[in-house]
Structures are given as structure tokens and as C-alpha cells.
């Protein structure tokens, strides 16, 4: 509180400087959070879009599965000669000091590497695509919803940083600095009433 800061010259002088360090702090965090915004919001647009793409995908997928099945009978074996796809790679990314993953795999796609085509069919080959590409965008929007939390999360947190600042911060630091100003304008009030008391009192002798 105001009231238990101790008048001075050295007081005042540190809470203008902490009331100068604040408002740059607020105006740093409102920039923090417009890009973090804008950030999130890219993001969202763009997995709304790839959500769409997923369910569609993983439509066909099933669908070209089922083709294969009825041309080829059940395709198990051919599904466990696919070895696991470990091209997948994580890096991360800053934004604004929030780390993002970025995910990385392996853009080839092989139809024809771990199943011979003598006993297989087409149906077989576009089933593969169809999953390698629900694996791909399902990937792809794994990454986009981990930004999204990430970002959110920082926005929170930066908000209540921001609301700190200048509904606790900033107040109290002005607050003090008025107070102080006011006990040292009366103090130099005193003084020189003082001093004229002591002058008068010199000329009258």
C-alpha cells in the first residue's frame, strides 16, 4: 500500500522507474498477445479445414478397403508385411517464446516395396494410398491441434499478466508515487514555512 512506502527522494525516483518498466511490460504483452492471437487463429481456420479433409479421407480409406477385401478376401497378411512408419521427425518452433512442435515425415509413398503385386490388386494399392493419407493429414492436424492448445494456453496466461499489470501493478505504483510526491511537496511546505519563521525571527532581533 501507498501508505507503507517511506517517503523519500530514493523511493520516488525507484517507482517512477517500476511504473516506466510496467507500462512497457503492458504495452510488450499486448503485443505478445495480438500475434499469439492472430497465430491461434490461423491455426484454427486451417485445422477446421483439414478436420474436414480427415473425416473424408478416412471415408475413402474404408471404402477402398472394403473393394479390397471383396476382390481379394481378407488382407491382414498383406497389412502386417507394412513395416511402422518411423520417418516421423519433432522440432520445435517459437512463437513469441511458445514453443510449437513442428512435425516432419517422409514424403514418398511405396505401393509396390513391401507386398508383391503377383497375388495382390489394385484395390490393395488404393487402399494403401487412401490410409497412407489419413496417416499423413491426420499428422498434420495432430500438430495444428497440440499449436492450438499451446497457444491458447500462453494467451491465458498472458492475459492474466496483462490484467495484473494494469489493474494491480500500475495503480499501486501511481499510487505511491503521488503519495510520496504529496509527503515531499508538504516536507519542502514545512520547511520553507520553516525557514520564513526563522528569518523573521532573525530580522526582528
Avoid at 481456420?45 to 478376401?73: C, D, N, P, R, T
Avoid at 494494469?166 to 503521488?178: A, T
Amino acid at each position: 500500500m501507498a501508505n507503507q512506502v517511506a517517503p523519500t527522494k530514493n523511493n520516488l525516483m525507484a517507482a517512477k522507474k517500476s511504473l516506466k518498466l510496467a507500462r512497457m511490460g503492458y504495452d510488450l504483452l499486448g503485443r505478445k498477445k495480438n500475434i499469439l492471437v492472430r497465430e491461434i487463429m490461423d491455426r484454427m481456420q486451417e485445422a477446421s479445414g483439414i478436420q474436414e479433409k480427415v473425416e473424408q479421407a478416412y471415408a475413402e480409406a474404408y471404402e477402398a478397403l472394403q473393394k479390397a477385401h471383396l476382390f481379394m478376401g481378407a488382407c491382414m497378411d498383406y497389412a502386417r508385411s507394412v513395416p511402422l512408419d518411423d520417418s516421423m521427425q519433432l522440432v520445435v518452433h517459437s512463437v513469441m517464446g511458445v514453443e510449437l512442435p513442428v512435425i516432419t515425415m517422409d514424403e514418398e509413398q511405396k505401393t509396390d516395396l513391401y507386398y508383391g503385386i503377383g497375388d495382390t490388386s489394385s484395390q490393395l494399392d488404393d487402399a494403401y494410398l487412401a490410409f497412407d493419407r489419413v496417416k499423413r493429414l491426420t499428422v498434420r492436424l495432430a500438430e495444428i491441434e497440440s499449436n492450438v492448445l499451446r497457444l491458447a494456453e500462453a494467451i491465458s496466461k498472458t492475459q492474466k499478466r496483462t490484467n495484473a499489470l494494469n489493474n494491480i501493478m500500475i495503480p499501486r505504483l501511481s499510487e505511491n508515487i503521488k503519495f510520496i510526491s504529496d509527503a515531499l511537496d508538504e516536507k519542502d511546505r514545512e520547511d520553507f514555512s520553516r525557514l520564513k519563521v526563522i528569518k523573521s525571527s532573525k530580522e526582528e532581533q
